[in-house]
């Protein structure tokens, strides 16, 4: 298995809703990333996770709210977003924080209404 | 602070047309270089990627880069487009005494035209 999985892979939420979106790794990478991507943009790191403890943290409004519940699983928790939230929301993982490149899944667009 | 520029915002060619896309970064130390694609509604995919050795890289679908250290590039470049290479193009690097952070370009948006 050598892919990120990202679910749901579309999300329409309102400004008082609560979701959480979803990322998963069955490589054995123990870093793992948030990053938010708009469009015709770069993608902008949001977070970073490193044995499942956060590693950095790229002044992200606490609206977000990542967790690491194993090395395979990346969640970011979503309250109170902004319409300007809406984007593609990608993970990544990595074999380690110090090896090789990045896996990006799929991503999930968010629609913040 | 790192940073990287892709001079091409936009480049429009026709198939069969070769193709150099032109990234330069911005870091003194040793790092690892990446051109990642993304096709129109997908995900980013890894093109190729420098990290030590021969400064000349092939990557996926006829695509190769030059590492060039001392014009701090990292230019990519196909000798002949096809229509499927439409896409937004994405050099990023990482400096190796960092936690694995990429910083990415603005990116480029080829167009092939058939």
């Known amino acids: 298995d050598t892919e990120v999985t990202q679910t749901p892979k579309h999300l329409v939420m309102g400004m008082t809703n609560k979701k959480s979106l979803k990322c998963e790794q069955h490589?054995?990478?123990?870093?793992m990333y948030w990053y938010k991507q708009k469009a015709k943009k770069p993608p902008e790191l949001m977070f970073v996770?490193?044995?499942?403890?956060?590693?950095i943290n790229e002044s992200v409004p606490s609206r977000f709210s990542p967790e690491c519940p194993n090395s395979s699983l990346l969640n970011l928790h979503l309250h109170a977003l902004q319409p300007e939230d809406s984007a593609l929301y990608l993970c990544?993982?990595?074999?380690?924080?110090?090896?090789?490149?990045?896996?990006f899944g799929p991503g999930t667009r968010l629609t913040v209404l | 602070a790192q940073s990287v520029s892709q001079h091409n915002h936009h480049v429009i060619l026709s198939e069969a047309a070769s193709l150099e896309l032109g990234c330069n970064y911005s870091?003194?130390?040793?790092?690892?270089l990446f051109w990642y694609v993304q096709y129109p509604g997908q995900h980013l995919q890894l093109l190729l990627k420098?990290?030590?050795?021969?400064?000349l890289v092939k990557g996926i679908k006829g695509f190769e880069a030059e590492f060039i250290k001392s014009k701090f590039s990292f230019n990519l470049r196909k000798p002949s487009v096809q229509w499927s290479d439409t896409a937004e193009y994405f050099c990023?690097?990482?400096?190796?005494?960092?936690?694995?952070?990429?910083?990415f370009g603005q990116g480029t948006t080829l167009q092939v035209k058939p």
């Open positions: 990544a993982s990595r074999r380690d924080v110090g090896g090789n490149e990045q896996f």
């Open positions: 870091y003194g130390g040793t790092v690892n």
């Open positions: 996770y490193s044995y499942e403890k956060l590693s």
């Open positions: 420098y990290f030590s050795g021969d400064p």
């Open positions: 490589m054995g990478h123990r870093a």
């Open positions: 990023a690097v990482r400096s190796s005494g960092n936690t694995g952070k990429l910083i």
